[in-house]
């Protein structure tokens, strides 16, 4: 597998997704309100929380199990059926605890969450197959057709007066449809569930449950809490905020998924001087586009959430800036534990999360008592540095780690260049509209990658990411 095509496309596919949800989600809001989309928000981080727990890590077992080489129909097979038992515990749960669910999101949606649950994880099983069959690029139009779908559904049901709920349509069509055609086109192979591979799976999942649930626990903590202490339409303005900031990982996140197999692949055959290599050299493109991000945030926050969302959404502008910033270990940390997923230690990412969880929790539940929507970006930004810290530190105990700090420095100071020319840009033309904002942000990021590209390592390194796009003639 090559793990620089794989991954950007991937990002690409993540930026043409991202681009359509940006889009869409500013539709949303402007139509629906912060209040609206704060009961969507929180219907979403239940059905994710909750998702998890139907999963337990079998899925990304499945990816490591079938990527060491694992008969993949019974792997499959095994799995599914194990999710599904799973499932079946967490439906009853929801039906049981239905009354203070509808009360915690906000409208009486618990029983639409099994749906939710039931299709996301068809979806799931169907990458983790295709992520174990190093075949991780095959992923980027399933992503992209679920989002395609989703937020055209919603848009034709606000467009029609409906209100929440045709958000939820969306979600549900987009997992449907898009796991039908995936099935369709890529035909998983189907075995014979087998007890062995059943206890392997749950040999390795035993570990990754915690950083399978933890991982979308802490995503979702900040969220959870201040539903709990705050407004929906505290939870809506935040939920932004944070799908803003989102957008800088695109590129760690496609990488991060094309290490662990890759990673897995080469820990097999006790490649450690590839895997070392691999890691060192991912570090840059994970964080090249979250380094202006930040200076870009900083300069430009309360223009993004009040001109394009909404002045209701203006009151996370500040925990904009934070949630981004948090994007540098948040990166770091999804390279680092994938890489040690790969290499079969899912106790130790288990060990760092369950740290960073309580971590999250207690943090959340101190600063947004105290601070609001700041105090649950600071929650979430700390906590992710500790994570990211103690992986770091797991992964040393195996293979060396290296920092590119030269490369990393010339990013700062194309960021520093890339601020300069923004505060110049916009004392001549102030942001007030959408239009305006963008031409701001397009010369910044000229500016950022033509400082960039003047530093000849840097410029060999996204070079050869690029090249990798390019089909080679067959000989």
């Not at 799973?86 to 009354?99: D, Y």
């Not at 905020?241 to 760690?252: D, E, H």
């Amino acid at each position: 597998m090559n793990i620089s095509r794989s991954s950007i496309k991937l990002f690409g596919a993540q930026i043409a997704t991202n681009a359509v949800s940006f889009v869409a989600v500013a539709f949303f809001a402007r139509e629906l309100g912060s209040e609206q989309m704060g009961i969507f928000f929180l219907f979403q981080a239940a059905s994710s929380v909750l998702v998890m727990a139907s999963d337990m890590g079998l899925a990304t077992a499945m990816e490591k199990r079938i990527s060491g080489g694992q008969d993949a129909g019974s792997v499959v097979s095994s799995a599914a059926a194990l999710m599904l038992g799973l499932l079946s515990f967490v439906a009853f749960g929801i039906v049981l605890f239905r009354g203070p669910l509808n009360a915690y999101i906000g409208a009486d949606l618990a029983l639409w969450l099994i749906v939710a649950i039931a299709l996301t994880q068809v979806k799931r099983l169907v990458m983790a197959w295709l992520r174990g069959d190093l075949r991780v690029g095959d992923t980027a139009d399933v992503q992209f057709l679920s989002s395609v779908i989703q937020m055209g559904t919603s848009t034709v049901l606000i467009l029609l007066g409906v209100d929440v709920m045709a958000l939820i349509f969306g979600v549900l069509l987009g997992s449907a449809l898009s796991s039908a055609w995936a099935i369709v086109r890529d035909r998983p192979p189907v075995g014979k569930p087998n007890p062995r591979d059943a206890v392997s799976l749950f040999h390795y999942a035993k570990y990754n449950l915690i950083p399978s649930v933890g991982i979308e626990v802490h995503n979702w903590m900040d969220v959870l809490v201040i539903g709990l202490f705050l407004t929906q339409s505290a939870v809506g303005a935040y939920e932004i905020a944070w799908r803003v900031s989102g957008v800088t990982t695109l590129l760690a996140a496609a990488i991060g998924m094309s290490v662990l197999p890759q990673t897995s692949a080469w820990d097999a055959q006790s490649e450690t001087g590839r895997i070392e290599r691999l890691v060192s050299s991912s570090v840059v493109p994970s964080l090249f586009l979250i380094i202006p991000s930040v200076f870009g945030a900083a300069l430009l926050s309360h223009e993004i959430m009040g001109v394009v969302f909404g002045e209701d959404f203006s009151v996370a502008a500040l925990a904009l800036v934070v949630l981004v910033a948090g994007k540098i270990p948040e990166a770091i940390q999804v390279l680092v534990g994938k890489c040690l997923l790969g290499l079969d230690k899912p106790n130790l990412v288990a060990r760092a999360t369950v740290v960073a969880l309580v971590l999250n929790l207690v943090l959340n539940v101190t600063l947004v008592t105290q601070f609001g929507l700041l105090g649950a970006a600071f929650a979430t930004t700390l906590s992710f540095t500790v994570g990211m810290l103690l992986r770091v530190r797991y992964l040393t105990e195996f293979i060396a780690f290296r920092l590119p700090y030269l490369k990393l420095a010339w990013c700062v100071l194309a960021s520093l260049v890339m601020s300069g020319v923004i505060v110049a840009v916009r004392a001549q033309l102030p942001v007030t509209t959408v239009p305006r904002l963008l031409v701001v942000v397009t010369v910044g990021a000229v500016v950022y990658g033509a400082v960039v590209m003047l530093y000849p390592p840097l410029r060999s390194l996204l070079l050869g990411y690029v090249s990798n796009l390019i089909p080679r003639p067959a000989a």
